[in-house]
């Protein structure tokens, strides 16, 4: 039900947008979060926000360069990528949850229902 989209080529120093389409389903009561998966490495948790917490959460190696959105009126989630580098390099993924999800689990692409297909992004030096 989800799909990421907007990953491609860009330099070091560049600036991407990804989308993540969530199909009519709105998730505003719930959780969202967008990972990634860099090649031989786990996947690691990039950002996160949650329904009525009015916080959003960043990984340290993003925080500042990163950030998080959401349209409820097109159901649409974003993740703005500034300042980019070479190990952000990865395939991103975009996750949602009906429900919220507490704050320690929501770093855990596992603790969402809903996990689409990612786009990569390649970061070059």
């Known amino acids: 039900q989800l799909q990421a989209s907007g990953g491609g080529l860009v330099q070091a120093g560049g600036s991407l947008r990804l989308s993540c389409a969530t199909s009519?389903?709105?998730?505003?009561?719930?959780?969202m979060g967008w990972f990634r998966q860099a090649p031989g490495k786990e996947r690691e948790f990039v950002a996160g926000?949650?329904?009525?917490?009015?916080?959003?959460y960043y990984a340290g190696s993003v925080k500042g360069r990163f950030t998080f959105s959401r349209d409820s009126a097109k159901n649409m989630l974003y993740l703005q990528m500034n300042s980019l580098k070479p190990e952000d390099t990865a395939i991103y993924y975009c996750?949602?949850?009906?429900?919220?999800?507490?704050?320690?689990?929501?770093?855990?692409?596992?603790?969402?229902?809903?996990r689409g297909q990612g786009t990569l992004v390649t970061v070059s030096s």
């Open positions: 996750a949602a949850h009906d429900n919220r999800i507490i704050t320690s689990a929501i770093r855990d692409m596992t603790s969402y229902a809903y």
């Open positions: 009519g389903r709105s998730f505003s009561r719930g959780s």
């Open positions: 926000i949650r329904y009525g917490d009015g916080n959003t």
